[in-house]
């Protein structure tokens, strides 16, 4: 063979991937444990642990139990966790009183977490459909929702969050001018240490069925959240949105849904650089449950794959229901 001539094929790509120590040397993502944040479902009572019939797996906690999911998340290496308050109707008012309480279960849950286990991240949920009457994220004025009433309110939320320990505020809420009205409040407060993760991009997904569920709003809920959560149909707003809130303060920002929206994730990081999360959120959990337990899929391979995706799509971590599958893998 003449040497000057290129051989065929030029470029061999299958060289790369010919061994297990090879693809580790070339790999570009990795799943790391400190990447997760496992989400938990907090509820009055004592010792009570009751399962999330659409969620398998998950568990709706009392403060108590919450504080020993907590220990064993820490051992299996997870750092950060986020607090969802589950409530019945007898919880839900008009005015919301409750999502400002500082007794209420989430806030006892951070302050109890943060005593036990004072170097685990954790994040809170802004919003008032856990506490609204209508399980909408805003009040509700002749079938309305109206945008700075809420704001007022997500505030006094945001700061009885923080005065419970919190270390990050996660409004999830989507009124418009919300994260800079927290960010003044968490300043003038004295805590100017406290994060914003702000939901930036959160779209009107059907992906989010079994969450109501598992914070009881499936029930309550009248009509849909399209006037203030976005339309899957759009990307170029979800950049208007991550720049608006990161100009507001946002120290971090959220895509959710998470793998219905990986170019969501993509835009955002390259667009702006910032830590940038998705939220797998609990349709996606029960989709490859559900897949899972008919045999039709791998969970453990399906849930690992899609946990890397978020870092490929370039997320800096992810918010999901398998945090801790995922950690007992990692760890083994
Ligand atoms: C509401 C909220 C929702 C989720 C987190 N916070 C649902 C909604 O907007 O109705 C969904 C999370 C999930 O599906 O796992 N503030």
């Known amino acids: 063979m003449n040497p000057l001539q290129a051989p065929f094929p030029a470029t061999r790509l299958r060289r790369t991937r010919q061994n297990p120590a090879i693809r580790a040397l070339v790999r570009e993502n990795e799943l790391h444990v400190g990447d997760l944040i496992w989400p938990v479902f907090v509820r009055e009572g004592e010792n009570v642990e009751e399962p999330v019939p659409s969620m398998p797996g998950v568990l709706r906690r009392s403060v108590d139990r919450i504080v020993e999911a907590a220990r064993e998340a820490a051992d299996?290496?997870?750092?950060?966790?986020?607090?969802?308050?589950?409530?019945?109707?007898?919880?839900?008012?008009?005015?919301?009183?409750?999502?400002?309480?500082?007794?209420?279960?989430?806030?006892?849950?951070?302050?109890?977490?943060?005593?036990?286990?004072?170097?685990?991240?954790?994040?809170t949920d802004v919003a008032l459909d856990t506490y609204n009457i209508n399980g909408h994220d805003g009040f509700v004025e002749d079938g309305r929702i109206v945008n700075d009433r809420t704001v007022e309110a997500l505030v006094k939320m945001?700061?009885?969050?923080a005065e419970a320990g919190a270390d990050i505020i996660g409004p999830s809420d989507m009124m418009d001018g919300r994260i800079g009205a927290i960010r003044n409040a968490l300043e003038a407060g004295g805590h100017q240490d406290v994060m914003i993760l702000s939901y930036a991009a959160k779209y009107a997904s059907a992906y989010y069925g079994p969450f109501r569920d598992a914070v009881g709003a499936s029930a309550a809920l009248s009509g849909d959240k399209k006037t203030y959560q976005m339309d899957p149909a759009n990307s170029d707003e979800a950049l208007r949105l991550v720049a608006r809130d990161l100009a507001e303060g946002a120290d971090m920002v959220m895509v959710k849904p998470g793998q219905p929206y990986l170019d969501i994730?993509?835009?955002?990081?390259?667009?702006?650089?910032?830590?940038?999360?998705?939220?797998?959120?609990?349709?996606e959990f029960a989709m490859i449950k559900a897949a899972a337990q008919q045999g039709w899929i791998d969970e453990k391979r399906v849930m690992m794959e899609s946990l890397l995706g978020f870092k490929r799509a370039g997320c800096d971590g992810v918010l999901s229901y398998f945090a801790l599958d995922a950690a007992r893998l990692l760890q083994s």
């Open 265 to 283: 994730c993509r835009r955002v990081k390259d667009a702006f650089g910032a830590p940038t999360f998705a939220y797998q959120v609990s349709g």
């Open 76 to 123: 299996l290496g997870i750092r950060s966790m986020c607090i969802f308050p589950y409530t019945g109707m007898e919880a839900r008012t008009e005015d919301c009183a409750g999502a400002w309480d500082p007794k209420n279960p989430a806030n006892r849950a951070i302050a109890a977490i943060k005593q036990t286990l004072p170097d685990m991240v954790v994040m």
């Open 158 to 161: 945001a700061l009885s969050q």
